[in-house]
């Protein structure tokens, strides 16, 4: 077993799950009464567990310094911004650096709701969990 496993067993998972949707409000007409609710993304299972999973992963692992995932992506010749982070050659990073992207893109959803969505709709978080894999 590699310590990898919590994360990595995502990886057929993806495959199959809708991940989830944008929700619209489409019920109120923006009156005082019945404001407009902000649209937001309802995730699927597996994406909630995928985060209950990534941070499970950083308690067990802090010698992995992913609290620094902003540092650690600079080291690596990465931002933390969605361009840089999607694209990304992982061929050369390691573990650490591949572990900052994943963290990366969980913390981004605190910040801007629906970076999570993206990062796994453009296949970025299964191209992460693909290399994770293949470095253990």
Not at 60 to 72: A, V
């Amino acid at each position: 077993m590699s310590k990898f496993d919590i994360l990595t067993k995502y990886i057929p998972i993806i495959q199959e799950d809708s991940i989830g949707e944008w929700v619209f409000d489409k019920e109120n007409d923006g009156t005082l009464e019945h404001p407009i609710q902000v649209p937001y993304v309802n995730y699927s299972g597996m994406v909630n567990n995928f985060v209950d999973d990534v941070y499970t992963f950083h308690n067990s692992n802090k010698d992995m310094e992913l609290t620094r995932y902003g540092d650690i992506l600079k080291d690596s010749g990465l931002e933390w911004d969605s361009v840089s982070m999607e694209n990304a050659d992982v061929s050369n990073l390691n573990a650490q650096s591949v572990l900052a992207l994943i963290m990366g893109a969980v913390r981004a959803e605190r910040f801007c709701d629906g970076a999570l969505f993206e990062f796994f709709k453009s296949g970025c978080i299964l191209k992460w969990l693909e290399k994770l894999n293949s470095i253990e």
